[in-house]
């Protein structure tokens, strides 16, 4: 028998648009049961920029369903010749398993949005 998949009400992504660029800022924990809310997020009309940023610093946990949608939509940007930016406490278990995946190499991650934002 097959576990319900359940939504889980603590995770949440909200968007900040700005010039030239678009901020989704994402809190809680990104699984199987979240991945999808966060790929129709970043697959939004106002989530489309010649930047976009995704903010992981109020993410608690990142599974490979998570790992998933943030490599499609680093394909997606580069596809469309767009930057995408990945936002991380550098002490958080995202950032762990961005390294232990190997992602970290072929994302352009930072500490905080500000880095990339235009002046």
């Known amino acids: ?66 790992l998933g949608v943030i490599v499609g939509q680093q394909k997606r940007c580069q596809e469309e010749r767009r930057s995408f930016v990945i936002a991380v406490d550098r002490t958080s278990p995202v950032q762990r398993i961005l390294d232990l995946s190997g992602l970290i190499k072929i994302l352009d991650v930072v500490d905080d949005p500000a880095q990339r934002l235009p002046l």
């Open 1 to 66: 028998m097959l576990a319900a998949v359940t939504f889980d009400p603590l995770f949440k992504v909200r968007c900040e648009p700005r010039e030239d660029a678009v901020i989704l800022i994402a809190s809680g924990e990104i699984d199987l049961a979240t991945s999808p809310q966060l790929r129709a997020e970043l697959l939004k009309p106002e989530a489309e920029a010649p930047m976009v940023i995704l903010d992981l610093r109020q993410v608690s946990f990142i599974d490979s369903s998570g």
